[in-house]
């Protein structure tokens, strides 16, 4: 979810000016250290709380830019947010007319906070909120979002211990719905369906893990407990807090969002979360880091979702999963930014500072499986045929010239060159995110080719569109995967001029020389959306690709 579209902040701490206009639902800050990333998180949370660190008010003697002033200027922090509400952020009963006030679903609030003054002088579209009443709608509106600051060198074992009475909060809500029964057995079997998808990610990344359950009352005499969680193998528990850091991590991070997401189901009162993370990667193995990357961008992503995360790093898995990334470095003393929408470009970036490591692009989003087509026109049917099928995980789509920057036009001997100069990296890739490379029907024979390459065991596969699937109305000039579009994609082509021919038979071909211009006209369509009946003679290889990589709806 994006909520927060756009931040300017103005004399704080590092930054004299810096001005963003293009967040998303998943957006990391990118630089070296002391380049001033977690400034702007603590601008965030100084506009939210009134706070730059947990338990530190804001001083504008402390923190204002430390940078010649002009003679009689006042020292003025100002942090100002421009806010883009989702359908999904609703007003409820006895305080719609907010929406009215605020100037609809687009809007800017500022506070800025001067030296001498007690309280931050707010601004609404520019202008200024001097009364109270105002200032309290103002008000009003911020409540409904939950702002989370989580500092680097935060315990995150801590953090769920302060979480305790939210948290018990939401297990007093589902025990309840559960109607009567035996009050331990209801609360333990809650309990468990609560943090069943905790249970399920963190036994995946930790396979040593046996068992996870919340610690919760046995018997009246543990009524007054403090949440946690013990974590089992072989018979023996053991609490949280003896955990490593990563572990304990992740736990916060689940558990910071079944408290947040219930908050929206069950109440209208907050609407969205918003949380400033630095550096979540810290403390953890590389895998772990992955997952934690991974899940960042789901719970962001996520239809309906009301979640946005904003998180400094160094890590370029952070990168990979973030869009957009934003570089910040140190220039004249002062902190500098830059947007940066597309991962690889900024993957680039990020490398060429030192930020983070060069990695092979083969081995990017190394939790996902990779379905590597023949070119952009392939994929784009892919995309589009995933977002009718709702695989049951992320699976990725990607195409030679993508992952060679545009040095090569693709191909399935190109692709094959690929693969064999990949195969060390491909076979250092997860189990459960394998390569699997999809060939045209025409290029079946292609498929031997790859078996020398690859040990059985090996996270790779090949499959090729079967001929026998493919639209019986079409011809065999039609290649790759056009010869499975729908005719409803035809008829809409023909229709926009494109040169297809229909044969005596009701056949449609095409002239071998106006083939590409037929297959732009397709791809114009295709990125258009799909339906589907668009899928009649793609869906059953596609689902077959989807049980190899793990991904089955």
């Given at each position: 979810?994006?909520?927060?579209a756009?931040?300017?902040i103005?004399?704080?701490?590092?930054?004299?000016?810096?001005?963003?206009?293009?967040?998303?639902?998943f957006?990391?800050?990118?630089?070296?250290?002391?380049?001033?990333?977690?400034?702007?998180?603590?601008?965030?949370n100084?506009?939210?709380?009134?706070?730059?660190?947990?338990r530190?008010?804001?001083?504008v003697e402390?923190?204002?830019?430390r940078r010649p002033?002009?003679?009689?200027?006042?020292?003025?922090?100002t942090?100002?947010?421009?806010?883009?509400?989702?359908?999904?952020f609703r007003?409820?009963?006895k305080?719609?007319?907010l929406?009215?006030?605020?100037?609809?679903?687009?809007?800017?609030?500022?506070?800025?906070?001067?030296?001498g003054?007690?309280?931050?002088a707010?601004?609404?579209n520019?202008?200024?909120?001097?009364?109270?009443?105002?200032?309290?709608?103002v008000?009003?509106?911020l409540?409904?979002?939950?702002?989370?600051y989580?500092?680097n060198?935060?315990?995150?074992?801590?953090?769920?211990r302060?979480?305790?009475?939210?948290l018990?909060?939401v297990?007093?809500r589902r025990v309840?719905?559960?109607?009567?029964?035996?009050?331990?057995?209801?609360?333990?079997?809650?309990?468990a369906?609560?943090?069943?998808?905790?249970?399920?990610?963190?036994?995946q990344?930790?396979?040593?893990?046996?068992?996870?359950?919340?610690?919760?009352?046995?018997?009246?005499?543990?009524?007054i407990?403090?949440?946690?969680?013990r974590?089992?193998?072989?018979g023996?528990?053991v609490?949280?807090?003896?955990?490593?850091?990563?572990?304990?991590?992740?736990?916060?991070?689940e558990?910071?969002?079944?408290i947040?997401?219930?908050?929206?189901q069950?109440?209208?009162?907050?609407?969205?979360?918003?949380?400033?993370?630095?550096?979540?990667?810290?403390?953890?193995?590389?895998?772990?880091?992955a997952?934690?990357?991974?899940?960042?961008?789901?719970?962001?992503?996520?239809a309906?979702?009301?979640?946005?995360?904003?998180a400094?790093?160094?890590?370029?898995?952070?990168?990979?999963?973030?869009?957009?990334?934003?570089?910040?470095?140190?220039g004249?003393?002062?902190?500098?930014?830059?947007?940066e929408?597309?991962p690889?470009?900024?993957?680039?970036?990020?490398?060429?500072?030192?930020?983070?490591?060069w990695?092979?692009?083969?081995?990017?989003?190394?939790v996902?499986?990779?379905?590597?087509?023949?070119g952009?026109?392939d994929?784009?049917?892919?995309?589009?045929?995933?977002k009718?099928?709702?695989?049951?995980?992320?699976?990725?789509?990607?195409?030679?010239?993508?992952?060679k920057?545009?040095?090569?036009?693709?191909g399935?001997?190109?692709?094959?060159?690929?693969?064999r100069?990949?195969?060390?990296a491909i076979?250092?890739?997860?189990?459960?995110?394998?390569?699997?490379?999809?060939?045209?029907?025409?290029?079946?024979?292609?498929?031997?080719?790859?078996?020398?390459?690859?040990?059985?065991?090996?996270?790779f596969?090949?499959?090729?569109?079967p001929?026998?699937?493919?639209?019986?109305?079409?011809g065999?000039?039609?290649?790759?995967?056009e010869?499975f579009?729908?005719?409803?994609?035809?008829?809409?082509?023909?229709?926009r001029?494109?040169?297809?021919?229909?044969?005596?038979?009701?056949?449609?071909?095409?002239d071998?020389e106006?083939?590409?211009?037929?297959?732009t006209?397709?791809?114009?369509?295709?990125?258009?959306?799909?339906?589907?009946?668009?899928?009649?003679?793609?869906?059953?290889?596609?689902t077959?690709?989807?049980?190899?990589?793990g991904?089955?709806?």
């Amino acid at each position: 979810m994006k909520l927060i579209a756009g931040v300017e902040i103005t004399n704080f701490r590092s930054i004299r000016s810096v001005t963003l206009r293009d967040l998303a639902d998943f957006t990391a800050f990118a630089g070296l250290n002391n380049t001033g990333k977690s400034n702007i998180l603590r601008a965030l949370n100084a506009f939210f709380s009134n706070e730059t660190d947990p338990r530190v008010p804001i001083s504008v003697e402390a923190d204002y830019h430390r940078r010649p002033k002009k003679p009689g200027k006042k020292k003025v922090i100002t942090v100002a947010l421009q806010f883009s509400l989702p359908d999904e952020f609703r007003f409820r009963e006895k305080i719609e007319h907010l929406e009215h006030y605020l100037g609809g679903r687009q809007f800017t609030i500022s506070k800025s906070w001067s030296l001498g003054v007690a309280l931050p002088a707010y601004f609404l579209n520019g202008t200024e909120v001097e009364d109270p009443a105002d200032r309290q709608k103002v008000d009003q509106f911020l409540q409904l979002v939950n702002f989370r600051y989580i500092p680097n060198r935060v315990l995150p074992v801590e953090v769920v211990r302060q979480e305790h009475q939210a948290l018990r909060d939401v297990l007093v809500r589902r025990v309840r719905d559960q109607g009567q029964g035996g009050v331990f057995d209801t609360i333990r079997d809650t309990s468990a369906r609560m943090i069943a998808s905790l249970s399920k990610r963190l036994t995946q990344v930790s396979p040593d893990i046996g068992t996870i359950r919340l610690a919760t009352p046995q018997s009246l005499a543990d009524m007054i407990f403090t949440f946690g969680y013990r974590l089992g193998k072989d018979g023996v528990e053991v609490d949280d807090e003896f955990q490593g850091a990563g572990i304990q991590s992740l736990l916060m991070l689940e558990t910071l969002y079944l408290i947040d997401r219930d908050y929206f189901q069950k109440f209208g009162w907050r609407q969205a979360a918003v949380w400033a993370i630095e550096e979540p990667e810290s403390s953890l193995h590389t895998s772990l880091e992955a997952h934690v990357a991974a899940y960042l961008s789901a719970i962001a992503t996520e239809a309906n979702g009301r979640l946005q995360v904003l998180a400094t790093t160094h890590s370029d898995l952070m990168v990979q999963y973030a869009r957009p990334t934003v570089i910040v470095w140190k220039g004249g003393g002062e902190t500098n930014c830059s947007e940066e929408p597309d991962p690889r470009a900024a993957l680039e970036r990020t490398s060429g500072l030192g930020v983070s490591r060069w990695v092979h692009p083969i081995l990017h989003y190394p939790v996902d499986p990779i379905i590597l087509v023949d070119g952009k026109y392939d994929a784009a049917f892919w995309d589009e045929a995933l977002k009718l099928l709702g695989p049951s995980r992320t699976v990725r789509v990607t195409y030679l010239e993508r992952l060679k920057e545009g040095v090569a036009t693709g191909g399935n001997l190109d692709t094959l060159g690929y693969v064999r100069e990949s195969v060390a990296a491909i076979r250092t890739r997860p189990s459960y995110a394998p390569v699997i490379v999809v060939l045209d029907w025409e290029d079946t024979k292609t498929a031997n080719k790859y078996g020398p390459l690859f040990a059985a065991d090996d996270p790779f596969a090949v499959l090729a569109w079967p001929e026998g699937d493919a639209n019986p109305g079409l011809g065999k000039r039609f290649r790759g995967v056009e010869r499975f579009y729908s005719d409803r994609l035809m008829r809409l082509a023909e229709k926009r001029g494109a040169p297809i021919l229909t044969k005596a038979d009701g056949t449609r071909t095409v002239d071998p020389e106006e083939y590409e211009g037929v297959k732009t006209a397709l791809w114009g369509l295709v990125q258009k959306g799909l339906r589907e009946t668009d899928l009649r003679f793609a869906r059953a290889f596609i689902t077959t690709v989807l049980e190899r990589a793990g991904a089955l709806p």
